[in-house]
């Protein structure tokens, strides 16, 4: 499927040569079948192709096109060499800054049998869940053990207290880990440096924003790999 597999590469990212070389040469096979049925014109195949490629790509390279082959007939459509080597020469060429900004990312974790999503913050020394995900999920804890925590701005507030070895699944690997119960924060569960610490969490990010994370189990040595995806609002 040719969409699988520009979704594939725009999500991972295609950042040099050899990166290039792989999805051209997986998108020609499907595109040259496709091609030979009548099902898409070589426009529409260029155009599908250059999807997979950021803005920062796409908009230099009508450009480098048009310089490259200035005889080109209006309407004509590149062959899908054609765009490949412009394309490599833009890569070649490319400096990548900094965005503006960035969402938060998060995974998705199973408990009490429930999946819920979790925002991570390895900035943040605890791990946390609103008082409604608690109730949600049937999660007891402990009213007696309260810890200051101090927001952004500089104002206090009291946790409501600690709910202690709840175990949270990520495929076949399951951190247990002690959850201090908030009133009403902005998350339904944000896990801090302590799960990294405990799975040994391992980020490798790709230059299109998304973010994948390698966990180890630290009682069975299951290694697992978790997508991570945009910050979700608080569900309960």
Request: hydrophobic residues 40%; neutral net charge; charged residues 20%.
């Amino acid at each position: 499927d040719l969409k699988k597999v520009v979704s594939e590469f725009a999500k991972s990212g295609i950042s040099n040569s050899k990166e290039l070389g792989t999805y051209h040469r997986k998108f020609s096979i499907v595109a040259d079948s496709l091609q030979e049925h009548g099902i898409l014109s070589g426009v529409q195949v260029a155009s599908f192709y250059v999807q997979a490629f950021p803005d920062s790509i796409r908009i230099r390279l009508d450009t480098r096109l048009q310089v490259s082959f200035p005889k080109k007939t209006k309407g004509q459509a590149y062959s899908l060499t054609d765009l490949r080597e412009a394309i490599d020469f833009l890569l070649f060429d490319a400096i990548y800054v900094g965005r503006e900004s960035t969402s938060i990312r998060g995974v998705t974790a199973v408990v009490g049998e429930r999946p819920i999503h979790c925002i991570m913050d390895w900035g943040c020394s605890i791990i946390a869940m609103s008082v409604a995900a608690c109730n949600t999920l049937g999660v007891m804890f402990d009213p007696t053990r309260c810890i200051p925590l101090q927001s952004a701005n500089g104002k206090t507030d009291w946790t409501l207290g600690i709910a202690r070895d709840v175990p949270f699944r990520f495929g076949d690997v399951t951190a247990i880990l002690q959850v201090h119960i908030v009133d009403s924060p902005a998350y339904d569960i944000l896990l801090g440096c302590l799960f990294e610490v405990l799975t040994q969490a391992r980020t490798q990010s790709f230059l299109s924003g998304d973010q994948h994370i390698m966990i180890t189990d630290p009682n069975t040595e299951k290694i697992v790999t978790i997508p991570t995806v945009p910050r979700e609002p608080p569900k309960f």
